[in-house]
């Protein structure tokens, strides 16, 4: 079965430290990958996918950026972070090619940022 | 064309009682329809998904009722429990698997007793 490996699973983080959150998935090959931020209470809001190794597509302009190293790996990073950073990470997988492939998340990463 | 409309934004049921939640889309090219289901602290899990060729599909308390013309589809939670409450996100995607879903901003359910 589809396995998402997130850590670590709280983070606080002084405000301009840099950041990496990474993701690593199992029993898949070649899946799609995505991170998403949750500030408190709200939406699912899509940072970054990538469809495979090094293709990484970016929905919101911001001072993160993710990286795709290998098939099964994720990374989040930042160089400075903000206030504005502070939410809950998740990472999420999905078989890529097809429609109807179901999305799977992990347990997510709270991040605060003090 | 890209968004999807959810509401309600919050829904307070008894238990019992038949949790509805709607959703609505633009974008005729969406062909998959799922369902998340979120608890505090947690990622969202997959609840149920339908594809358009059918208008209803049930699994177990929950069903998603699916209306092409009209460009709807919704979630119902018969014999809502207090362990339904959670935050319910519904999303859509187009037949490319290969772009994202497009989610709704989510409905949080409190089911009391």
């Known amino acids: 079965s589809q396995t998402i490996h997130q850590w670590p699973a709280t983070l606080v983080q002084p405000v301009g430290s840099p950041l990496s959150l990474e993701c690593t998935v199992e029993g898949t090959s070649n899946p799609n990958l995505y991170w998403y931020r949750q500030a408190a209470g709200r939406g699912l809001q899509l940072l970054f996918y990538?469809?495979?190794?090094?293709?990484i597509s970016s929905e919101v302009p911001q001072n993160l950026s993710a990286s795709r190293p290998q098939d099964r790996q994720f990374i989040l990073s930042s160089k400075k972070l903000l206030l504005s950073d502070s939410g809950f990470y998740l990472c999420?997988?999905?078989?890529?090619?097809?429609?109807?492939?179901?999305?799977?998340f992990g347990d997510g990463t709270r991040l605060s940022i003090l | 064309q890209q968004q999807v409309k959810q509401s309600p934004q919050s829904l307070i049921v008894q238990k019992g009682g038949i949790s509805i939640i709607n959703c609505a889309y633009e974008?005729?090219?969406?062909?998959?329809f799922p369902w998340y289901q979120q608890f505090p602290g947690k990622g969202p899990a997959l609840l149920i998904a339908i594809r358009p060729d059918v208008s209803e599909k049930k699994e177990g308390r929950f069903t998603i009722s699916f209306n092409k013309s009209a460009k709807q589809f919704s979630l119902h939670i018969m014999d809502s429990q207090p362990g339904d409450s959670a935050t319910y996100f519904c999303?859509?995607?187009?037949?490319?698997?290969?772009?994202?879903?497009?989610f709704g901003k989510g409905t949080r359910l409190s089911v009391i007793a």
């Open positions: 999303a859509a995607s187009r037949p490319s698997g290969n772009t994202p879903l497009v």
């Open positions: 999420a997988l999905r078989g890529g090619g097809k429609s109807n492939q179901p999305q799977h």
């Open positions: 974008n005729t090219a969406f062909d998959y």
């Open positions: 990538s469809v495979g190794i090094g293709q």
